[in-house]
């Protein structure tokens, strides 16, 4: 319209529209720009609106200070949403979104009865499982979608107690889903109650870490509204991020820290020690460090006991070598998932604890983008009919499957004997072996070592003649006695051991180590691999799997061993896909204490097994193990 046009209206028409109500709109409602069945960056980043919403969480006063717990939300939509566009909603929830505190982990080295002796390890700065880099808000906000920051209950400017996994901080976004449905009150920063008029109800939450766990933990709530989550190296129960088969675990890199020391680093409200500290005392000494049962206070932590809630579909991504959150928080939560027939579709890549932007970036957004747009926009993007599972199998080689584990993966049993010796055969007349666990030696310098070590059982197989591909979750069954000491551990690590270590071929110098994606060498989240000495074959723990003899029968239940007598104890590995090459020999190593993840009793304990009544299975894909 051109400018001098405006002035022939009559008065007569200026007047009429004044008397009867707002002007109506000169132009259409603002659409979405959707061509090849994506939606196309029409709107402007730069001009969004920026909004911060403080949301009431109805029936949560976890502060107890008589008034609901809220939540602050940040908002980031397109500005044609005061125009009469309505958006869905990507969201992602934190503990994250201010500084964390100082706060040190408990001490690891304890007493022949479990309790710690009197030194403390200061807790490091821990990684925040990245929050936004940017990404979010410069490829999808131009695309038609809102950006929503909800900070988790006890942090930054939110009310209320952490309590690290608790239904209390799922209850904070799950109240922001609703306040944008129309559920839930929201006030902006002068206590005037605001509406989400532009939402269109629909939300996706995603996230690294803590920020993908509490995906995972409001979608098992069943709340409505949410359409997809994306949870990215996230938890499904808090019990095996610090536990494990009923022993006391560290998740990699951060010994020592157990939930009290996560809920106090995420303690950055206001007065939050001064408000929070009961809760935080109370926490420290319901957690059990002593048994490692599990109980109460991890079963309201353990979202798969919800899992028949789930109406979101799940786009899950996690890393092969991440120590921190371990494999088997993403596997029990697919399988699971699985079972109930939920849309679903999982990456697994061979990095460590990371968001896969780095890694594949551009494929990793046409896939991100035709998922929300299917389940936020209803797009039929395609999306839905590519295959389930994409696997990274070796560094940069990516394969798609129609789902994992693998279709066709079949248990094979390895049996060791003495002699160091790992095959398809059993030997049960394999004569006993006994070690001596000590808590000085890592498993890493435990499985460099070579020939017969007095601290650990070492077997191997021969050169496999083929390659030998592995996708699910090995197990193992170990026939042993203890006696002589207090360890009540058994770790098992599975190995490949191999000349070509490195992504180009090339042979490691002795006690180097390469990372993948941004690990930084030392990190226990590194991929590590190493030359045996002088000798030309070089190793990788490729997984872990940790059992306190206590619990051989169930994780609530402690049971006292008596000295000397054998029992079989079964215990899980952390779920893999991986390949052993052509001419490198796996192998299976035994020990009590691991240094960096187990806690560290007096040394001493003698572990006497019987080779010929243990086995090692693996969920086998392809190739020849003998």
């Not at 929300?372 to 926009?377: I, K």
Request: proline share 7%.
């Amino acid at each position: 319209m051109q400018p001098w046009k405006t002035l022939a209206v009559p008065l007569v028409a200026i007047l009429a529209v004044t008397l009867s109500g707002p002007t109506p709109a000169t132009a259409a409602t603002p659409t979405l720009k959707i061509e090849n069945n994506a939606t196309q960056p029409v709107f402007s980043r730069a001009d969004a609106v920026k909004q911060t919403v403080f949301v009431e969480v109805a029936g949560t006063d976890s502060d107890d200070d008589g008034q609901p717990d809220r939540v602050a939300m940040d908002i980031l939509r397109p500005k044609e949403t005061d125009q009469g566009l309505k958006v869905p909603v990507i969201m992602e929830a934190s503990p994250y979104y201010a500084p964390g505190n100082d706060v040190p982990n408990h001490p690891v080295d304890v007493d022949a009865n479990g309790n710690p002796l009197p030194t403390l390890k200061s807790l490091s700065n821990k990684l925040a499982g990245e929050p936004f880099d940017g990404y979010y808000d410069n490829y999808f906000v131009p695309r038609g979608y809102a950006i929503a920051l909800v900070e988790n209950v006890g942090s930054a400017r939110a009310t209320g107690c952490p309590s690290t996994g608790d239904r209390n901080e799922t209850a904070g976004p799950k109240a922001a889903i609703d306040w944008l449905n129309g559920r839930a009150r929201g006030f902006d920063a002068d206590g005037n109650e605001v509406s989400a008029t532009w939402s269109t109800g629909k939300v996706g939450m995603i996230g690294v870490s803590y920020n993908g766990t509490l995906p995972n933990a409001v979608a098992s709530t069943g709340v409505e509204g949410l359409k997809t989550i994306v949870p990215i190296a996230a938890i499904s129960s808090w019990y095996d991020y610090y536990r494990a088969n009923g022993g006391v675990l560290a998740p990699g890199g951060y010994q020592g820290e157990d939930l009290d020391v996560l809920a106090k680093f995420v303690l950055t409200r206001d007065r939050g020690f001064e408000v929070c500290g009961a809760k935080m005392d109370a926490l420290t000494a319901s957690q059990d460090r002593i048994t490692g049962d599990y109980g109460p206070l991890w079963d309201a932590r353990n979202y798969l006991n919800d899992v028949d809630k789930v109406k979101a579909s799940v786009f899950l991504v996690h890393g092969l070598n991440d120590w921190n959150v371990k494999t088997k928080q993403f596997a029990q939560w697919w399988y699971a998932l699985a079972q109930r027939h939920v849309p679903r579709k999982i990456w697994l890549h061979q990095g460590t604890h990371m968001n896969p932007f780095n890694l594949r970036t551009a494929e990793w957004l046409r896939q991100l983008h035709g998922w929300f747009d299917y389940w936020l926009q209803g797009i039929d993007s395609g999306i839905m009919r590519e295959p389930q599972a994409d696997v990274e199998i070796g560094v940069g080689e990516w394969q798609q499957h129609a789902s994992w584990p693998l279709p066709g993966a079949t248990t094979v049993a390895l049996h060791p004997a003495a002699g160091e010796r790992l095959g398809l055969l059993p030997r049960p007349l394999s004569p006993a072996e006994s070690f001596v666990d000590q808590s000085a030696r890592t498993a890493e310098q435990l499985v460099e070592a070579t020939g017969p070590d007095p601290n650990r059982l070492a077997y191997r197989t021969g050169e496999l003649p083929a390659d030998v591909r592995i996708s699910g979750t090995p197990t193992v069954s170990v026939r042993a006695s203890f006696k002589d000491g207090a360890s009540p551990y058994l770790t098992a690590l599975l190995v490949d051991y191999g000349t070509d270590v490195r992504p180009d071929g090339t042979l490691l110098s002795t006690g180097q180590s390469y990372c993948y994606g941004e690990g930084v060498p030392g990190d226990t989240g590194c991929t590590t691999l190493r030359r045996l000495g002088t000798a030309t074959t070089a190793y990788k723990i490729v997984s872990r799997g940790w059992l306190d003899v206590r619990n051989r029968h169930r994780a609530d239940r402690t049971q006292p061993l008596r000295p000397g007598k054998e029992y079989t104890f079964t215990w899980d590995f952390q779920p893999k896909d991986y390949l052993f090459k052509k001419g490198h020999r796996l192998g299976l190593v035994i020990i009590s204490t691991d240094r960096d993840y187990t806690l560290r009793y007096p040394a001493g304990t003698r572990v006497t097994v019987s080779p010929g009544h243990s086995s090692l299975r693996l969920p086998v894909v392809f190739g020849r193990l003998g």
